[in-house]
């Protein structure tokens, strides 16, 4: 009996050695945290529940499916994130959904927080890439959030920034996840143009094309993050009781298209005074459409309180599947036109920043990207100063698509290690840039739609010479704010 109970203690000491801890001492923290038992934990990884028993009785050191033990290197994560407060509760229907439906390929498992804040180790999928790995959006606010320092003015753009990507970029992209986004997005969203404008180059000064993702299904990008977020979601389940999100509007817009087009349930959250017009078009595309909050945080709050109580699954506004469709457009970009120097993209949550990088990346080339924000809503420039998420106390920008206060983790990782700069612009230059993009090109911006060309001309002389991309994000702009900007 000694000599059995010695040899279960060996066979979890190599356990914790592979998983991090004992395979018991794993499902224990994670039923305590993400309500799993056993038998269910084995439902979710894909083995049998008398195999699993075996490893967690110590009879067997190893899960030996590499899938499996991937996705209980998740479930183990997601338990300590939920366990530190990274994680919202409202997130663990949503994240077993994710976990079930990842397929990774042998490879490294995640062994500590340190390796897991570093980027060694992640679980590996094809081309080498991180696969599979859960995003969680950080919920609320610190409690004393810093002030936004006026020593970075819209006039010094990129002041005190770092001069550019430190270390290979972790890729939420591969290849095959790019094309199967394509495969989703495609029906609805045909290629949009890139065009160059002369007025607008007498305006930047250099070689300027734009992409035009104002012409797209619901006037924004994001529709292609939301056919894509529905699709996996329906492939990984095949009931979904009914989606809630928050959003300033262009988001909300791409679930709810989305949500018709796949005849899932769609709740929107939005704040208090935001805009009527996407208010009307969220509510003209089947969303239920509930007024809350005084910003978008609050907003954000009381969607995942609304999923708690309605059974609902919570979209964050970053994740994975979102910039695997927002990366279409970036694709579309660089395959249109190889060879760009610089590529500005305005930030918000920092979906169409990643998508950027990331789609640079797995194609190799050498574009600089270059984010955008509003000097009044500087949570993202000032995380990628610090390179961690830097909250804010206020975002009170009439921007209303970059009024972030509080970044998403995963995206400030990726824009920290891959983008250039983050330029931030005044209430006046993004005023400006909209004025001149409507009377260059007769394309109608909303605000954050002409953010690309506020950072092109905030930095024009360093943009001199080069052959640049602004993104046209979007056109959904009440008559009242561009007469503002015109004026």
């Known amino acids: 009996m000694a000599n059995t109970d010695r040899d279960a203690a060996e066979r979890r000491s190599e356990q914790a050695s592979l998983y991090g801890a004992s395979v018991d001492v794993i499902a224990e923290r994670i039923g305590q945290h993400v309500g799993l038992q056993p038998r269910d934990i084995a439902r979710v990884i894909g083995v049998s529940f008398p195999m699993l028993n075996e490893v967690l009785a110590g009879r067997r050191v190893r899960i030996g499916n590499p899938v499996a033990t991937a996705r209980l290197g998740m479930l183990r994560d997601f338990a300590a994130h939920l366990e530190s407060g990274e994680a919202d509760p409202a997130d663990i229907e949503l994240t077993l959904q994710q976990i079930r439906a990842s397929t990774l390929a042998p490879g ?198 609304l999923a708690q109580e309605r059974g609902l699954l919570m979209v964050p506004s970053f994740h994975r599947w979102l910039v695997e469709g927002v990366a279409t457009y970036a694709a579309e970009l660089q395959e249109t036109l190889p060879g760009l120097d610089t590529i500005y993209v305005p930030i918000g949550m920092g979906s169409g920043a990643c998508a950027n990088i990331l789609v640079r990346d797995l194609l190799g080339a050498r574009t600089e990207i270059v984010g955008v924000v509003s000097e009044l809503a500087p949570a993202y420039a000032l995380s990628f100063e610090a390179r961690k998420p830097v909250p804010t106390a206020t975002a009170d920008t009439f921007v209303d698509g970059v009024a972030c206060r509080t970044p998403d983790r995963e995206a400030v990782s990726i824009i920290a290690r891959g983008a250039a700069r983050i330029v931030r612009v005044s209430e006046a230059q993004a005023a400006e840039a909209m004025a001149i993009f409507y009377r260059s090109t007769h394309q109608l911006p909303e605000p954050a739609g002409s953010f690309a060309l506020a950072g092109l001309l905030a930095e024009k002389d360093r943009a001199a010479g080069k052959r640049v991309a602004v993104v046209h994000t979007g056109g959904n702009c009440d008559f009242d704010v561009l007469q503002r900007a015109l004026g």
């Open 108 to 305: 490294p498992v995640l062994t500590t927080p340190a390796a897991r804040r570093s980027g060694s180790g992640v679980p590996l999928g094809p081309g080498g890439t991180p696969s599979g790995t859960p995003s969680h959006p950080p919920s609320g606010a610190p409690s004393n959030p810093p002030s936004d320092p006026s020593s970075n003015p819209g006039s010094n753009p990129g002041s005190g920034a770092p001069s550019g990507p430190q270390a290979p970029t972790p890729s939420l992209l591969s290849r095959a996840t790019l094309d199967a986004a394509m495969r989703v997005v495609r029906p609805h969203v045909p290629p949009t143009p890139v065009h160059r404008w002369p007025l607008l180059e007498q305006a930047t000064g250099t070689e300027t094309w734009v992409k035009h993702e104002n012409i797209n299904p619901t006037g924004a990008f994001k529709v292609r993050g939301g056919l894509n977020f529905v699709a996996r979601l329906k492939a990984a389940q095949s009931r979904i009781p009914g989606l809630v999100s928050a959003t300033r509007g262009n988001h909300g817009q791409s679930l709810a298209y989305a949500g018709r087009t796949h005849g899932v349930p769609v709740t929107i959250v939005v704040p208090e005074g935001n805009s009527p017009d996407k208010n009307a078009a969220m509510a003209a595309y089947g969303a239920e459409l509930v007024v809350h909050g005084r910003d978008f945080q609050a907003a954000a709050e009381y969607a995942a309180q």
